[in-house]
T-cell receptor
């Protein structure tokens, strides 16, 4: 069974803390994505990676960075968390193809106090 | 105006009813996805369409490329179908651009027993 695993389901952090969200997929997919989901706004793409060490900014990259040192792992980093980064974060992966199906993780709900 | 619009935003149905959720988009696409998200849970891919119609159990998805419209139908609805249903389109690949997904804001479906 295909699997995308996010390291934490729920996190509570303080303003200014550094936050790491980890995502691992076991499907040998080239593409990996980080989204945030907020009520009324839907899913918005933060960053995208199409290969090891390769990344592209999504629609809302400000305040975030990413790391992809290995094909199966894609990390989202909040260098200095702020309250407006309180959200649900979803990782996804897909094959590099024109119509690649997306596989999502269970999500990480981050609260920044 | 959003590039992907879903209707209705909220839908309440009685168990057994036939349900239709609509998705209209304004960009050229290579594929359209229907996704399901249960409360507090991750997102599951239901269908990926580039033309015509697909059926899986009680779920049917159709797409009309010329009219830039897709529908998700649920026959003999059940309370366990209660979830948020999200339409997402994969934009046509442009030279030098990322082939990315554009999401609708979702339709919240509640099926009452």
């Amino acid at each position: 069974d295909v699997k995308v695993t996010q390291s934490s389901r729920y996190l509570v952090k303080r303003t200014g803390e550094k936050v790491f969200l980890e995502c691992v997929q076991d499907m040998d997919h080239e593409n990996m994505f980080w989204y945030r989901q907020d009520p009324g706004l839907g899913l918005r793409l933060i960053y995208f990676s199409y290969d090891v060490k390769m990344k592209e900014k999504g629609d809302i990259p400000e305040g975030y960075s990413v790391s992809r040192e290995k094909k199966e792992r894609f990390s989202l980093i909040l260098e200095s968390a702020s309250t407006n980064q309180t959200s649900m974060y979803l990782c996804a992966s897909s094959l590099w193809s024109r119509t690649g199906e997306l596989f999502f993780g269970e999500g990480s709900r981050l609260t920044v106090l | 105006k959003n590039e992907v619009e879903q209707s209705p935003q909220n839908l309440t149905a009685q168990e057994g009813e036939f349900i239709t959720i609509n998705c209209s988009y304004s960009v050229g696409i290579s594929a359209l996805h229907w996704l399901q998200q249960h409360p507090g849970g991750g997102i599951v891919s239901l269908f990926m369409l580039s033309s015509g119609k697909k059926k899986h159990g009680r779920l049917i998805a159709t797409i009309n490329i010329q009219e830039k419209h897709s529908s998700l139908h649920i026959t003999a609805s059940h309370p366990r179908d209660s979830a948020v249903y999200i339409c997402a389109v994969r934009s046509e690949r442009r030279r030098g651009a990322t082939n990315k997904l554009i999401f609708g804001t979702g339709t919240l479906l509640a099926v009452q027993p």
